[in-house]
């Protein structure tokens, strides 16, 4: 079992494993590392991340890239709120790289890339679409398509030209890839292993994702991902104050 600094654990509190193509959600406690680990390679693990206590906050996309002065996501980082505080830290990275500004699939796309597969045609393979993965995961929540923000594409990298344009980057994650988030806050995660909007494949990509939970060594003041950046410090301030207010 790999163990980090993260996960003074040899083995996790929880394990489990969500199909390629497929959807899931929970709760992560603050004080606890997600470990995703990308299990055959290849994957794409969309996620949206809102507030248990106030769901009207939820990731911020634009706050988090440019409070970091970003456009990829990796170790180091902080995932903020649209209220200023930190939801995750990226403490641990196999890739370096993670994107975060391309979206989801939907039903459109997927049917006009790879084709439509229906549950009475398929079953469990059936062909699902990120945006109604998040859709169907939201309900449990009382949350609905209002609710949809940016979301992360873990294992998954876009780059950009001198023009601009984005170029989906095949064959980035490779089996065993593992990125950890601690949480700082309680928080809803909402997850698809949908393929990327962006992936080119002939093929239906369909590629499982291991989720495991550890409890997380404390945070210092030298917590690299506290002192990462001056946004980063003060977005771990507000997160102390929002605690110490509840």
């Known amino acids: 079992m790999l163990q980090t600094a993260a996960s003074p654990y040899a083995t996790p509190l929880y394990d ?3 199909p390629g193509g497929s959807h899931w959600s929970f709760i992560m406690r603050r004080g606890h590392v997600l470990r995703l680990i990308d299990e055959t390679g290849g994957a794409n693990v969309g996620m ?8 009207l906050e939820r990731y911020n996309m634009p706050d988090t890239l440019k409070n970091q002065h970003t456009f ?3 170790k180091g980082h902080v995932l903020l709120s649209d209220m200023g505080r930190v939801f995750a830290s990226i ?3 196999d890739l370096g790289w993670h994107d975060t500004v391309a ?29 109604n993965s998040f859709l169907n995961e939201l309900a449990k929540y009382g949350l609905g398509k209002k609710d949809l923000t940016a979301n992360l594409n873990w294992f998954s990298k ?28 309680d928080t809803i995660v909402v997850l698809h292993t949908c393929p990327h909007p962006m992936n080119p494949a002939s093929e239906y990509p369909s590629h499982p994702l291991r989720y ?14 506290k002192i990462s950046s001056p946004e980063a410090t003060r977005a771990f301030a507000n997160t102390a104050l929002y605690h110490l207010m509840q």
């Open 16 to 18: 489990d494993l969500i």
């Open 91 to 93: 403490i641990h990275d």
């Open 48 to 55: 949206l991340m809102y507030n248990p206590e106030n769901p």
């Open 212 to 225: 495991q939970l550890f409890k997380a060594a404390p945070v210092t003041d030298a917590d690299p991902c």
């Open 103 to 131: 979206g989801t699939c939907n039903a459109d796309l997927v049917e006009q890339r790879w084709g439509k597969k229906t549950y009475q045609e398929a079953h469990n393979h059936y062909h699902r679409n990120g945006f």
């Open 158 to 185: 876009v780059k950009t030209d001198d023009d601009g344009n984005m170029t989906f980057a095949e064959g980035h994650s490779h089996a065993g890839a593992t990125v950890d988030l601690r949480f700082e806050m």
């Open 72 to 74: 990829l996501l990796t």
